[in-house]
C-alpha cells in the first residue's frame, strides 16, 4: 500500500492515512456497489457463457448425428464406388445449399459397404474418386488412398473418414451430422495396413490378364494420343 | 473577410465547450528529429490509411451484404452485377484488404530494421504484434464472408486444423462453425467477428498504438555506433528534438499525406484494372470438382501444409504458431538495448531476407502448386507423338495403361501433367526393368502401390512403355549382372525367377 502511494506526488500523510484505515460510509457504500455489480455479472455471466457455448452443449445432450438414408442398393452397383448426396440431419434456416453433403459409398460385395466421407483426412478438402486407378485423389495437398480406403501417399496421416452404414430394408443408410476432421472422435477411423495386403497379394498374383475396365482398351490404337473416351 | 471572422466565432463557440484544440495543435506540432522525416517513415500511416478505407468500404459493402449461408452469395453477386459500382466498392475492400497487409509488414520489416522496438518503444511493438495478427485475423475472416467454394473449404482446412488441438480440439471446432457443420451458423458468427469483434479489437489497438507513438516519439534515425542504454536514452532523445528537432506538422507530415494519396490511388487503380476478387461457384459441398486455393496472403501457408512431412504436421501447426508469436513478443526484452542500425546488426537483416525469401519461395510455389494431382491431365494431356514413334504393339499398350491409369496426374511426360512424382521423359535412365517393376507394383517414395490395379499383363506392357523412355543417344539402365544371371539359368530354368529379386537396391 504504501509503495504503490508513493508513486502519487504528494506523500501522504498520516491523516490520510488513518482516515484510509478506517471504515467510511462512502467507503463501504462503493465497495458494496462493486460487490452488487458483480454479483449480477456473474448472474448474466452463467445465460451468456452457456449461449456462446451452445454450439458445443447442444452436440453433446442430443447429439448432432442420426441415420440418414442415401438410397437404395441397386443404385450402387457392386464393385463400384459412386458419388452420393444426403441432407445433414441438423439443419437451421439460414444454412442454404450448406447442408447438402456429398460421400463416395463402395459397394463392396452383398451387404458389405463401406460409405466414406468426401473430405480429406488431412484438411478436409473434397477428394475425388478415379475408377481407373482405383485412387481417391485430393485436389489440394495430394492426398492419395486406396479404394478402400486407406492412405496411398501424400501428407495424410491416415485413411479416409468412413461413416457407420446400415441396410435396411433395401435403403442404405449411414450415420451423418458432424463434419470429420482429422482430430475427431475415434469413431470414424480406418486405418487398414495397405502394404501388407498387396505383399501378400503380390505373391499370388497369376490370375488372367484383364484389361480393367476402361473401354479404351477395346479399341487401343485408335485412341493413342487422344482424350480416352471413359472420361 | 467577414465569412473567416464568423469561423472564427464558432470555431471558438466549440473550443470553449470542447477544449480539444490545444492539445490537438501540441500533437500536431510536437517536434520530431529533423531526419524521420523520410519516406521509410510513411508505412504505419499508410497502414492506418487503408484501415480507414477499409472500414468505409466495409460499412457500404453492408448495405447490401446478407450474412446468411443461402443468401450471402446470392448478395455478392447482386454487388458485383447490379448495384451501381457494387463491383468497385468489392474490389476497393478487396484490394484494400492485399494493400493493409503489405503496408503492415513493411511497415513491421522497417521497424524491426531501424531498431525502433528498443527501449521505451517495446509496448508499441506489442501492441504492433496485436495489430498484425488482428489484421491477418481480418483477411482471413474475411475471406470466409466471400462465401464460395473457397471460402466454404478453407474453413473445413481451418477447422480441420483446430480439430488436432489435443482434448480440446473437437470442441474448438464446434464453437468455431457454430455448430456441427460448415452452415449458416458458421458464416454468421465470421460476420459477426469481422464486422464487430475484431474491428473493435483493432481500433482499440490502433489508438494505443498511437498514443505510444506521441507519447514517447518517433524513433530517431538509427545511426550506427549510437548505442540505446535504459539509463541516458530518454535525455538523448529529448536533447536530440530540442537541438535538431521539427514540428510534425508540416515538416514530417507531407510525405504521410503524399503517400496515403498514392497508396489510395494504387488500391482503386488495381481495383478498376483487376475488378472484384470472386466470388467464385456456389458454397455447395455436392460440388466437388474445385480445388480450394486460399487468398494470397495465406498462400505460404497452403504451401507449408503441403510440403511438411506428415508427422510434424500437427506440431508445427499447434506449436509453431505459438513460438512465433512468444518469440515477436519478447524481441524487445531479449534485445532492448544496445545497436539500432542495421549497418550493425548482420543477424537481423539476414533474419528479414531469409523469412522474406522463404515466404516469397512458398507463395511463389503455392502459385501452380506441384504437389497437387493434375486431375485432368489423364483425359487431357496427350502422350506426345515422339514417344511413340517406332514402338511395338506391347509398348503402345503401355503407353494406353500409363495414360488410362491416371499416371500423368502425377508425373509429367513432354512437360505435360502432374508435377507430384518425377518428371518421366527419361525415367528409364534411372530405373532398371526391375526397379520399374518394383515401383510401380508396391509403389513407395511417396507413390501409391498399383499392384492391385494393375494385372501382371498391365504391368509388363506399362514398364515396357517406360523403358522406351531416354534421350536417343543415352541407352536405359540396365542391370548389369542380369544378362550373365540370364544366360546361366537358362539350361536350367527353374530358379530364373528368384534372382532378379536380389539385385534390387
Avoid at chain 1, 475427431?184 to 499370388?204: C, F, G, K
Avoid at chain 2, 517513415?41 to 480507414?52: K, N, R
Avoid at chain 2, 480441420?160 to 474448438?172: D, E
Wanted: glycine share 10%.
Amino acid at each position: 500500500m504504501s509503495q504503490e502511494k508513493s508513486w502519487q506526488n504528494s506523500p501522504p500523510n498520516s491523516a490520510q492515512v488513518a482516515q484510509e484505515a478506517a471504515i467510511t460510509r462512502r467507503g463501504l457504500l462503493m465497495k458494496l456497489g462493486i460487490a452488487f455489480n458483480g454479483l449480477v455479472a456473474l448472474g448474466l455471466a452463467v445465460p451468456i457463457v452457456r449461449f456462446v457455448l451452445s454450439s458445443i452443449t447442444r452436440g453433446r445432450a442430443n447429439g448432432y448425428l442420426s441415420w440418414v438414408p442415401l438410397g437404395p442398393v441397386d443404385d450402387f452397383p457392386e464393385g463400384e464406388t459412386r458419388l452420393a448426396t444426403f441432407r445433414n440431419p441438423f439443419v437451421t434456416p439460414t444454412d442454404g445449399k450448406t447442408v447438402d453433403t456429398a460421400c463416395w459409398v463402395r459397394h463392396v460385395a452383398g451387404d458389405q459397404f463401406q460409405v466414406f466421407a468426401i473430405n480429406c483426412a488431412h484438411l478436409g478438402c473434397p477428394v475425388r474418386w478415379f475408377p481407373q486407378s482405383g485412387l481417391f485423389m485430393c485436389p489440394c495437398h495430394g492426398g492419395a488412398y486406396y479404394r478402400d480406403g486407406s492412405r496411398a501417399s501424400g501428407p495424410p496421416e491416415r485413411g479416409l473418414f468412413t461413416y457407420p452404414y446400415k441396410v435396411e430394408n433395401g435403403v442404405v443408410t449411414i450415420q451423418a451430422g458432424e463434419l470429420p476432421t482429422p482430430g475427431a472422435s475415434t469413431a470414424h477411423r480406418n486405418s487398414a495396413d495397405s502394404l501388407v495386403t498387396i505383399q501378400a497379394e503380390l505373391t499370388s498374383a497369376t490370375g488372367p490378364s484383364t484389361f480393367g475396365d476402361c473401354a479404351a482398351f477395346k479399341d487401343c490404337s485408335a485412341f493413342l494420343g487422344k482424350k480416352p473416351p471413359c472420361a | 473577410m467577414r465569412l473567416k471572422e464568423i469561423g472564427g466565432q464558432i470555431g471558438e463557440w466549440f473550443d470553449r465547450r470542447l477544449q480539444l484544440a490545444a492539445p490537438i495543435r501540441e500533437v500536431a506540432e510536437h517536434a520530431v528529429p529533423r531526419n524521420t522525416a523520410s519516406w521509410w517513415y510513411v508505412f504505419g500511416s499508410a497502414a492506418l490509411t487503408i484501415f480507414l478505407l477499409q472500414l468505409v468500404t466495409g460499412i457500404l459493402l453492408a448495405l447490401i451484404y446478407v450474412p446468411s449461408g443461402a443468401e450471402a452469395w446470392n448478395s455478392l453477386q447482386s454487388l458485383n452485377h447490379d448495384v451501381t459500382l457494387g463491383w468497385f466498392v468489392r474490389a476497393l475492400h478487396g484490394w484494400g484488404s492485399n494493400f493493409m497487409i503489405a503496408a503492415v509488414l513493411i511497415h513491421m520489416v522497417q521497424v524491426f530494421l531501424f531498431g525502433a522496438y528498443k527501449f521505451p518503444r517495446e509496448l508499441t511493438w506489442i501492441i504492433g504484434v496485436f495489430l498484425l495478427l488482428v489484421t491477418l485475423g481480418m483477411a482471413f475472416s474475411g475471406q470466409v464472408l466471400r462465401f464460395d467454394q473457397d471460402a466454404y473449404w478453407g474453413l473445413g482446412i481451418g477447422a480441420s486444423i483446430a480439430s488436432r488441438v489435443p482434448i480440446a480440439g473437437p470442441f474448438i471446432v464446434k464453437l468455431m462453425l457454430g455448430g456441427p457443420i460448415i452452415a449458416g451458423a458458421t458464416l454468421s458468427r465470421f460476420f459477426a467477428l469481422h464486422v464487430f469483434v475484431i474491428p473493435g479489437l483493432l481500433i482499440g489497438f490502433v489508438c494505443l498504438h498511437l498514443l505510444m507513438v506521441i507519447k514517447l516519439g518517433i524513433n530517431e534515425w538509427p545511426m550506427p555506433g549510437r548505442l540505446v542504454k535504459r539509463a541516458t536514452y530518454q535525455a538523448e532523445y529529448h536533447e536530440l528534438t530540442k537541438e535538431d528537432g521539427a514540428p510534425f506538422v508540416p515538416y514530417a507530415v507531407w510525405k504521410d499525406l503524399f503517400f496515403a494519396g498514392f497508396i489510395l490511388l494504387a488500391v482503386a487503380a488495381c481495383a478498376v484494372y483487376f475488378g472484384p476478387i470472386g466470388p467464385s461457384g456456389q458454397p455447395d459441398p455436392t460440388i466437388i470438382q474445385t480445388a480450394p486455393k486460399p487468398d494470397y496472403f495465406f498462400l505460404w501457408l497452403y504451401a507449408l501444409l503441403s510440403l511438411l512431412p506428415p508427422s510434424m504436421e500437427t506440431p508445427a501447426l499447434l506449436v509453431g504458431p505459438v513460438l512465433v508469436i512468444i518469440g515477436l513478443l519478447l524481441l524487445p526484452f531479449l534485445s532492448g538495448e544496445g545497436e539500432k542500425s542495421w549497418r550493425r546488426r548482420p543477424i537481423a537483416v539476414l533474419t528479414v531476407m531469409l523469412i522474406a525469401v522463404t515466404l516469397g519461395t512458398f507463395t511463389h510455389l503455392a502459385g501452380f502448386a506441384p504437389w497437387s494431382p493434375h486431375m485432368n491431365a489423364w483425359s487431357g494431356d496427350p502422350v506426345p507423338d515422339r514417344f511413340l514413334r517406332a514402338s511395338t504393339a506391347l509398348q503402345r499398350q503401355g503407353a494406353l495403361v500409363f495414360q488410362a491409369k491416371q499416371c500423368r496426374n502425377c508425373h509429367s511426360l513432354g512437360e505435360l501433367g502432374g508435377q507430384r512424382g518425377p518428371t518421366l521423359d527419361s525415367v528409364a535412365v534411372r530405373l532398371t526393368q526391375d526397379q520399374l517393376i518394383r515401383q510401380v507394383i508396391q509403389g513407395g517414395g511417396n507413390m501409391p502401390a498399383y499392384g492391385k490395379n494393375l494385372s501382371p499383363a498391365e504391368t509388363t506392357a506399362l514398364v515396357a512403355f517406360l523403358e522406351t523412355l531416354h534421350p536417343a543417344g543415352q541407352a536405359a539402365a540396365r542391370d548389369a549382372s542380369r544378362d550373365t544371371v540370364l544366360n546361366e539359368s537358362q539350361p536350367q530354368e527353374a530358379p530364373a525367377p528368384a534372382k532378379p529379386a536380389a539385385t534390387q537396391p
